[in-house]
């Protein structure tokens, strides 16, 4: 009898076998290491996304990525936002369309949490959706050190806008989410009060860093409370502002250390830490990145992002200058010694909506180079 040997298996690449690990956040099982970072897209009339946006986060978890970090949503206050092109997360109409986007994320095998956001001083008096409402910030300065346009937050603004993060959060749960993500990053409001460059009040939500602070764990807590205790509350902190790349929360890791610490207290599950350059040590005498002291520090998972997949940084590439393809070789030496537990692809999963299955399949030569075009569609 003739005996026919079978084929041998293809054997696994190194990315896939690395990036493929399961991880918890909390109650949530990722199925894999790739997040697709949250990248704002204006293409939600009356802040409501529709078909199309459903498609555009479907895509990608269909083609591996394992965690969608959705585009900021402003959370239910006047203040919040500066577009109505922006998605909201209040109102039964833009709950009932986010319902169904996270319907069709589940259905295509991939995991999702909304991004609430507030952008605080960002904002000026007549942008939409709500005109007539003021800019707030903690001390009604904005990230380049201009004053006027805005006002400094009352103790009954803090109080609304910490219900309007801890209702937005209920809500994602309800409607079928798997957490949430709290937008702490990049010159916003919850980053206007951590950061002294902005944050100049002499009462108890300003000062040092553990009083900057106290805002932002408030929201934590209040979001915590008013979701089960297994639902994943994600933070996404940066040290640069959207105005100032050189800006820096901390200069050394205790400092750093004195504004995660009262987070995660509160009830942060895991870190989003956003850099330009993931690639690049945060403080001196360490190769660790942002990612890497945060995990470090308060012994959560945390989420890498910065340039993944790109050889340059992202200014450049918003210039419209393109941003030609790297290895991520280094990235995965990264994860294998667990420096960081996940990583945000931003605009190379922009541009590719199969980045995720091209670089788990071992076809990073079909991987295409990132086209500031691709931000005028949500292909």
């Known amino acids: 009898m003739t005996v026919t040997a079978s084929p041998a298996s293809s054997p696994v690449s190194r990315a896939a076998e690395i990036l493929s690990r399961p991880v918890a956040l909390n109650g949530l099982t990722v199925p894999n290491r790739i997040v697709m970072a949250p990248m704002t897209r204006m293409f939600s009339p009356g802040g409501v996304p529709g078909e199309d946006v459903r498609s555009y986060y479907a895509r990608r978890a269909a083609a591996g990525v394992g965690l969608i970090v959705t585009e900021g949503t402003y959370v239910g206050h006047e203040s919040a936002g500066q577009s109505d092109r922006v998605p ?6 833009q709950l009932a369309g986010w319902a169904k986007v996270a319907e069709d994320v589940h259905a295509a095998g991939g995991t999702i949490v909304p991004q609430l956001w507030h952008i605080g001083m960002v904002r000026n008096q007549g942008d939409a959706p709500y005109p007539d ?11 380049d050190g201009t004053e ?7 103790r009954q603004d803090l109080d609304d806008v910490i219900g309007a993060f801890a209702a937005a959060a209920a809500d994602a749960e309800r409607i079928g989410f798997d957490g949430v993500e709290l937008h702490g990053a990049h010159g916003y409001l919850l980053d206007q009060f951590l950061w002294a460059g902005t944050n100049r009040r002499t009462d108890a939500y300003g000062g040092d860093a553990v009083a900057r602070t106290r805002f932002a764990a408030e929201i934590v807590a209040a979001v915590r409370e008013a979701v089960s ?5 994600l933070f996404r902190y940066s040290q640069w502002k959207q105005e100032a790349y050189d800006a820096r929360l901390a200069e050394t890791p205790q400092e750093l250390e004195a504004i995660l610490a009262p987070l995660a207290a509160a009830g942060v599950d895991a870190f989003h830490a956003s850099t330009r350059r993931y690639w690049l040590p945060e403080f001196e005498d360490s190769d660790l990145n942002l990612a890497g002291w945060t995990k470090k520090l308060t012994g959560k998972p945390t989420i890498t992002v910065g340039s993944v997949g790109l050889d340059g940084d992202f200014i450049r590439a918003f210039a419209g200058q393109g941003a030609p393809l790297q290895g991520i070789d280094n990235l995965l030496d990264r994860l294998e010694r667990d420096e960081f537990d996940l990583v945000a692809v931003g605009r190379a999963l922009l541009q590719d909506p199969e980045w995720a299955a091209k670089v788990l399949g071992d076809r990073s030569e079909d991987l295409r180079p990132y086209d500031a075009a691709a931000l005028k569609t949500l292909s």
């Not at 205790?229 to 509350?233: G, I, M, Y």
């Open 148 to 154: 006027g346009g805005g006002k400094a937050m009352t």
């Open 229 to 233: 205790p297994e639902f994943p509350v």
């Open 133 to 143: 409402a003021p800019a707030v910030g903690p001390s009604g300065i904005r990230v």
């Open 88 to 93: 909201r997360f209040h109102g039964e109409e």
